[in-house]
């Protein structure tokens, strides 16, 4: 807490900051709790927390429950049921607000093997440099660490390992799409708290989602024109299901509705990572002038 007596002209005259700690009980913290109600609960009890903090606190609030989740029970009581299967729809849309723990198991299935851990993070980054399946097999491990909240200050200082994620990123985002998501989400993992946003900034991440986001756009008309083309000339051909341009249509549908529901995942966690960058005024205004108010209207 800082206090600053100031005079007419505009100068600070005495000053004095003390470091201020409160403790927070937190009795309703269960699995099934609202979390947007106890953190608004919390900033109600300390004043001092401004309310644009209320996405970390947030954050920090699901990684208690998900902790609180894993510890062994204390007693030999059965533990009560969750109500897991009532809330996690509403929850998941709670994204925007920075949570981490959004369905990452629909979304980035994590690799096979033993799990992620930071002391085989050199071997992650000896993968990227292999082939396709073992840099998406690298990507899944990094965003495992990556959802940790715990693991983030550590690989910050991994300047290696962040820098390979962008140029990646920026070189192979229009031909692999499962590797494309995994890094976007590994970056978003750290949009989650404004302390990172510099590192996010430093690697122009934001300014390539823009830019993609144009791009997936484009790739998605281009898509709906191929698959309109394929239908006409399947219509033109007759009913029969069996005939050659029947059966084309069918196998081109198939493969862009497996296209469309890959490139959702990317224009969701891109927007939901924009969103959060977006808390600065002057990235906000950037993003403004980079043309993404358009894009957001088509999507």
């Known amino acids: 807490v800082e206090a600053s007596v100031v005079a007419d002209d505009g100068d600070t005259v005495v000053a004095e900051k003390k470091e201020f700690q409160k403790g927070v009980q937190l009795p309703n913290l269960k699995p099934d709790c609202n979390v947007i109600a106890l953190t608004e609960e919390i900033i109600r009890q300390c004043p001092v927390i ?8 947030s954050q920090l609030i699901r990684y208690l429950q998900k902790r609180h989740k894993n510890d062994p029970p204390r007693s030999k009581q059965p533990p009560k049921p969750s109500a897991e299967g009532a809330a996690p729809k509403r929850q998941q849309r709670e994204l ?3 949570f981490i723990e959004e369905p990452f198991e629909d979304v980035c299935p994590p690799p096979s093997g033993k799990p992620a851990t930071l002391e085989e993070i050199e071997n992650y980054l000896e993968m990227l440099y292999e082939d396709e399946q073992r840099r998406v097999e690298s990507t899944g491990y990094i965003l495992q660490l990556c959802r940790s909240p715990v693991n983030l200050e550590e690989l910050m200082e991994n300047d290696t390992v962040l820098g390979a994620l962008s140029r990646l990123l920026r070189e192979e985002s229009k031909t692999n799409m499962q590797l494309t998501i ?3 989400y590994c970056f978003f993992c750290f949009s989650a708290f404004s302390k990172f946003h510099p590192l996010i900034h430093k690697h122009k991440i934001g300014a390539f989602l823009v830019e993609n986001i144009a791009y997936e756009l484009h790739r998605y008309k281009h898509w709906m024109k191929l698959l309109t083309d394929k239908q006409k000339k399947a219509q033109a051909s007759g009913k029969a299901a069996d005939s050659p341009e029947q059966l084309a249509f069918t196998k081109l549908k198939t493969q862009v509705i497996d296209q469309v529901h890959e490139q959702d995942k990317v224009l969701r966690v891109s927007l939901y990572m924009l969103l959060n960058l977006a808390e600065d005024l002057h990235t906000e205004s950037k993003m403004v002038k980079k043309g993404l108010i358009p894009h957001l209207l088509t999507v």
């Open 50 to 57: 401004p309310a644009t903090k209320m996405p970390d606190i």
């Open 96 to 98: 925007a607000n920075g």
């Open 182 to 184: 995994n890094i976007i």
